[in-house]
């Protein structure tokens, strides 16, 4: 989280010509050799951590759990001076504990309604199933209605775009666990909320009886959770029920709710 923090700010960086990766980790950093120019360090996610499980095993300066942060950066060779990194210590550490699932309501969001984009429950649904498909046991045709969902294609007509998305969200229906309801939608209102006012995204958790499965489920359900939060400004979001619990956009804060929903997040637009 630290590392991010110091060079993404914690943020995906989208794919570009040069690297056909999404990146959490910044390239293009300053070489601190004796080089004359800077050296372009490119590190996807899945790159950092093979990385990380690489400096695991290596026998001569290994990465252990009980390095600094500073330590840490050093043995994996991150671009920027090792001291910078640890700035991002306690702040790394505070994003950790919800972004993980293990501290429930421990993430909030204030967002103005004039900051808050057009709700965007399909794309929403899309980044789920990409970034926890695995997690959540999502199937195949489950995700290749995902990836249909709001495709444009220059050659066919705006009425046969909005079939193909109504296909999708019929196999979405039938294969789960990522359900979009358009059923309660309000339309346009006064407010400007738009035309996809009151959709809801329910995402269901794998999980079982036994208590490891059931505190994986935990997990999970809070992971999704704050991620439903902290994207709040991308997808507009507006309402994430997890437990007994509901965030809500307008206050900003997670309130106690009688309705429990101990195996799903419902995300509201």
Not at 34 to 42: F, W
Not at 134 to 145: F, N, R, W
Not at 220 to 233: F, P, Q, S
């Amino acid at each position: 989280m630290a590392i991010s923090l110091q060079e993404s700010d914690l943020q995906v960086l989208e794919a570009t010509d040069e690297y056909d990766a999404r990146e959490l980790f910044r390239s293009g950093s300053p070489s601190w050799s004796d080089d004359d120019g800077p050296v372009e360090v490119a590190s996807s996610v899945e790159g950092f951590y093979d990385a990380l499980e690489s400096a695991r095993d290596h026998e001569d300066d290994p990465w252990t759990p009980e390095l600094s942060v500073s330590e840490a950066a050093d043995v994996l060779e991150r671009p920027m001076d090792p001291s910078f990194y640890s700035r991002h210590a306690e702040r790394g550490r505070a994003f950790a504990a919800p972004l993980t699932g293990a501290q429930p309501i421990g993430m909030t969001c204030r967002l103005t309604r004039k900051d808050a984009p057009n709700p965007d429950p399909d794309g929403l649904a899309h980044e789920v199933a990409g970034v926890l498909g695995t997690a959540l046991e999502v199937p195949d045709d489950a995700q290749e209605a995902l990836e249909a969902l709001g495709s444009e294609d220059e050659d066919e007509g705006a009425d046969e775009d909005e079939g193909a998305d109504e296909d999708a969200r019929d196999e979405l229906e039938e294969f789960g666990p990522i359900l979009i309801d358009r059923s309660a939608a309000a339309g346009d209102d006064a407010d400007g909320a738009g035309p996809e006012a009151g959709t809801v995204v329910t995402v269901s958790m794998p999980g079982g009886d036994e208590d490891d499965e059931q505190a994986d489920t935990t997990r999970e359900l809070w992971t999704l959770a704050h991620w439903a939060v902290a994207t709040a400004d991308v997808y507009g979001t507006q309402t994430v029920h997890a437990g007994a619990f509901e965030w809500s956009r307008d206050s900003g804060r997670w309130s106690r709710v009688e309705e429990i929903s101990d195996d799903a997040v419902v995300i509201g637009f």
